[in-house]
């Protein structure tokens, strides 16, 4: 790119209405007549020379082509390439001094006598395949080969071919094959035998390098040394210098379409035609050149190469030159592919690629001044003027040349106008004016800035200039200056454009304006634009704006309303240097990337969310750029030229682009399979499609040959019975899947050329898995069928158990409900009846001895209380609780009438956090501490009794202890002779799950304790 947009502002001066003198003739004005005079030479120089010359050589270039270059550092074993070919699966091979090469357009892969089964040489002199797709080679150090997957067998043996150095193949109608080989004559292969033809003048010594049959039957021979046998059914016949030769030592044929042969010696080039040898006309440089290959393309073009002279093609009787880095590389050999691109084997140079370019460079060598361009403009005249780095350029009638008069200047804007001539932006030196007359006029003092990047003439013929420092209006001489002050979002304006009713618009670094009439609109990000940087501006027939910004991508200005297209959406690039529009309604945009064009319908679709993203067609250093960089910040920074052809410079010359011819690549890739990987081991997939247990981790390595640009080659596969879609790989060429279970595939994959034109058919390869013997069927079942048992069984002993279980919780369930029962219809009846008696004998002796009705009133209250304990012993085997949950407040309420009428002190303590107990469980304890106190004060005369609560989750710990008298024994035993008391609070433990301890001291006291652990059931 030009004047990038990001560098720093510079401040300008702003002079207004200040005067202008034009320079004097004397002193740069150049006549009209001058030019005419210099470009009616230039014209007849080149018309006698042909149109682009090659440097030292006569002839045009083949500028149509494009080369590519593979040598050691990019993966070829050498750089002498002495054979090739073209086999029918699209696979491109190669021969070599050090072994057989396959090349994919990516990958080169090398077979060798060390590598390679049945491989006995590896200097590969030719290469042929068969009617019935066989590979042939034969070697300079191992005789003949046959080659299939990856293995090659031998025919070198004293029995049954014994020639050690094979030349050239030929295959006959009849399906035999014929060897040529080094002083052993020629060879015929038939149905699997060898057998020897007999040739003049010695068949044991002559040595054949070239075979061809002819379209009249007559099978030729060059030699080494003895000229030319033609053979036909019942004849021989020998050509040598003696019948116009001009050399013995043959080495290539050629039969065109026009039946002419065309023979290549060790001194030039050779044509028969109508029983005569000749020279095909005057080709200086030929004639005592070695020809060491001639091949006819599919357009009827002759290609020649030579050993020091480099590459030739004839077309309709005019030469063209192919120049290379080095021309004096010898051409070995040529070949056509089935996309049209030629391939070219050379000693020490490597392997080229000639293919037909999208984009023609011009460059220095061309004409140019430079091969840095900045700016390019077409005159109403059809001519088109080139801003370079070092002055300007023209061309015209298919010449460039260079304006002399601007010259060692950096030209960074053009305008040209119908009326005033030619306007050149010139850093350092300002405005510069061409006028029709080629009087030339300098603007330099009193402009905002120096170096101008754009230059526009508005409706009233006024010129408007932009730079770093702001803008500038040239109106008769006089000089206005428009900067920030005056409205401007940015000094730094980079491109202009004049619209109809006195508009202009222009790209500033701080946005998009619209001036009118001296009044300035300003269209920033927050109008719309995905950035403020603009530094392109294009208005279409339709009167769409669309705007080129650096960093932003596209956007349009429809009615009002911004719309923007980023590289997000598919955009090749978010800089647009420049747009431009062709008659098929295509933008062509160029960027530091490259260039790339879309239609406007598809961005029009894209808008209406009709489709999901844009798809841009993308030109580089693949399609013929020198440099994909293209210069931007300058104006024009590309043009659609008067010949329909589109001009971008670029920072290696001028990049034009034909886009009515533009070459569409529609062959369709043939795909590959090359490798299978399975747990990183490679599979012979040729012939094994089924794998053993435990390899689910396979690795697919697949390629496709289109060769025109193989970097472009897009790829989808799918493993059937795993993938439900197409995985979409780019240029990825392997595919990877991890733990992949037993069972029957099947991998696709399918490929797309560089211009999008997919395979008809996906390549298959089916194969299988083959499980573990647990990962069967048979297994499976067997393993289902046990586990069921199993848990049948298990489920049985578990049912029974659990029967078990409640039947027995059923039982105490139904003896509790039993005692429930009869604590209420016996006890807690009875004592219902006593409580009613006694206050009817209560209310019948009101008024007897106040002690007999204090009496009454204790039998009265006692009756009551337990009734009371009767109820609540009924509701705990019910599974209901009655004192709110406070177990403590209520285990309390229920000791502390024990010691009402009694001396003994009585303590009650809580540690611990409460947690809730089982009704029963609750219940047990709280008879348990009941019975424990009563017992003490009974039995052991005990000044103190304490019991604590101590909640220690999941355990709950109940201590009575007193200081009375204990019993004999440490521990006694509790039996059925312990009394009542002890064995039933050992019962009453027992059915709760706790533990239940009683120690006694002696006179020390005793401690009843128990432990409850609320988890155990």
Known sequence: MGPQPHLPIVPGVCVRNMRVMPIPKATINLGLGLVQT???????????????????????????????????????????????????????????????????????????????????????????????????????????????????????????????????????????????????????????????????????????????????????????????????????????????????????????????????????????????????????????????????????????????????????????????????????????????????????????????????????????????????????????????????????????????????????????????????????????????????????????????????????????????????????????????????????????????????????????????????????????????????LYKDNDGILWIGTYGGGLNRLKEGTFCGFTKQDGLFDDSVFQIIEDNAAHLWLSSNKGIFRISKQELDEFERSKSTSLTCQSFGLSDGMLSPECNGGCQPAGIYGPDRRIWFPTMKGVAVIDPDHLIMNKVKPLIFLEQVLANESRVDHHCLNEYGPGRGDLEFHYSASSFVVPEKVRFQYKLEGFDKNWIEAGTRRVAYYTNIPPGRYQFMVKACNNDGVWTDQALSYDFTLKPFYYQTLIFRVFLITAVLAIVSVLLYFSYRVRLRVVRAEAAVLAERNKLAQEIHDTIAQGLQGLIIVLQIIQNKISKAPSEISTEIDKAYKLARETLQEARYSVSCHEGNSRHEGNFPKFLQSKIEPLFTESPIKFEFEVKGQPFLLSPMKEFYTMRIAQEAARNALKHASPTRITISLNYDHPSLHLTISDDGHGFIHNAPAITEDSGFGLVGMAERAKQIGAHFNISSFGDSGTVVELILNINRQ
């Open 38 to 536: 210099v470009f009616l030479w230039i014209g007849l120089v080149l018309a006698f020379n042909c149109t682009f010359v090659c440097a030292q050589v006569p002839y045009p270039e083949l500028i149509q082509y494009k080369h590519r270059i593979w040598r050691v550092e990019d993966g070829l074993p050498q750089n002498s390439i002495l054979t090739i070919l073209q086999s029918r699966d699209g696979y491109l091979w190669l021969g070599t001094q050090v072994g057989l090469v396959r090349f994919d357009g990516v990958h080169f892969h090398v077979y060798t006598k060390n590598d390679t089964p049945g491989m006995i040489g590896h200097h590969i002199l030719s290469l042929f395949e068969d009617a019935s797709g066989q590979l042939w080679f034969g070697t300079f150090d191992g005789g003949l080969h046959s080659f299939r997957q990856g293995r090659a067998q031998s025919y070198l043996s004293d029995n049954v071919l014994p020639a050690n150095i094979i030349r050239c193949f030929y295959q006959d109608k009849d399906g035999a094959l014929l060897i040529g080989t080094e002083a052993k004559g020629l060879w015929k292969f038939d149905q699997g035998s060898f057998s020897q033809l007999e040739l003049p003048p010695d068949s044991a010594q002559i040595s054949i390098r070239a075979m061809i049959r002819d379209s009249a039957g007559w099978l030729w021979l060059g030699t080494e040394g003895d000229g030319i046998l033609r053979i036909n059914t019942d004849m021989i016949e020998h050509y040598s210098r003696s019948n116009g030769l001009t050399d013995d030592n043959i080495y290539s044929f050629c039969e065109d379409r026009n039946k002419t042969m065309w023979i290549g010696t060790g001194k030039g080039l050779l044509v028969y035609q109508n029983g005569v040898f000749q020279k095909p006309g005057e080709i200086p440089r030929l004639p005592d050149d070695l020809v060491r290959t001639i091949y006819e393309d599919t357009s009827g073009g002759i290609w020649i190469g030579t050993r020091a002279n480099g590459l030739f093609r004839i077309v309709d009787g005019v030469v063209y030159c192919a120049t290379f880095n080095d021309p004096e590389i010898p051409m070995l050999t040529i070949i056509e592919d089935r996309e049209s691109s030629f391939w070219l084997g050379t000693i020490g140079g490597g392997l080229y690629q000639l293919s037909q370019r999208d984009v023609v460079v011009y460059t220095k060598k061309h004409g140019l001044n430079d091969d840095i361009v900045w700016a390019i403009a077409a005159d109403h005249s059809g001519r088109i003027w080139l801003g370079t780095s070092s002055g300007l350029t023209f061309y015209e009638q298919g010449v460039f040349d260079r304006y002399d008069a601007i010259s060692q200047n950096m030209i960074w804007a053009l305008y040209p106008s119908e009326e005033s001539g030619l306007w050149l932006g010139v850093r350092g030196e300002g405005v510069i004016q061409l006028d029709p007359s080629g009087q030339l006029t300098q603007f330099k003092h009193g402009l905002v800035d120096v170096s101008i990047w754009a230059i526009q003439e508005d409706e009233h013929g006024d010129i408007w200039a932009s730079s770093a420092g702001g803008l500038s209006l040239i109106h008769d001489g006089l000089i206005t200056n428009y900067t920030i002050e005056d409205g401007l979002p940015s000094n730094r304006v980079f491109s202009l454009l004049a619209d109809a009713d006195n508009v202009l618009w222009l790209g500033t670094q701080e946005g998009l304006c619209k001036m009118r009439a001296g009044q300035i609109e300003v269209f920033t990000k927050e109008n719309g634009l995905t950035s403020n940087v603009v530094v392109s």
